[in-house]
Nanobody, 128 residues
Framework: QLQLVESGGGLVQPGGSLRLSCAAS????????IGWFRQAPGKEREGVAC????????KYADSVKGRFTISRDNAKNTVYLQMNSLKPEDTGVYYC?????????????????????WGQGTQVTVSS
């Protein structure tokens, strides 16, 4: 069965950068849309960046547009989240998730309900 493992989190100063990785095993990722989600203490989990199975469509939360980039490398069966110009409000546990490829409006691509398989999460802390 598909399993996802995140890595790359840690402590970084404001304005710094991190690259998160999501490594898949058990299945190839090329038939799955992939999303990155985050959850800060006391807040609901939110979609940060999502990418279609083909890689042809992406969607970002307004709060991270221009700073974060989602990408996928099917040869490595891995997806990435490049995070630049980090802010303290980016702090939280970051999760990657996979949803089976299907026809759906682009607007729904980052809905939590579209995803079935989740990683364990990796902590990102942005602080001086």
């Amino acid at each position: 069965q598909l399993q996802l493992v995140e890595s790359g989190g840690g402590l970084v100063q404001p304005g710094g950068s991190l690259r998160l990785s999501c490594a898949a095993s058990g299945r190839t990722l090329d038939n799955y849309a992939i999303g990155w989600f985050r959850q800060a203490p006391g807040k609901e989990r939110e979609g940060v960046a999502c990418i279609s199975a083909s890689g042809g469509s992406t969607k970002y939360a307004d709060s991270v547009k221009g700073r974060f980039t989602i990408s996928r490398d099917n040869a490595k069966n891995t997806v990435y989240l490049q995070m630049n110009s980090l802010k303290p409000e980016d702090t939280g546990v970051y999760y990657c998730a996979a949803g089976v490829r299907r026809l759906a409006p682009v607007q729904s691509m980052c809905l939590i309900t579209r995803y079935e398989t989740w990683g364990q999460g990796t902590q990102v802390t942005v602080s001086s």
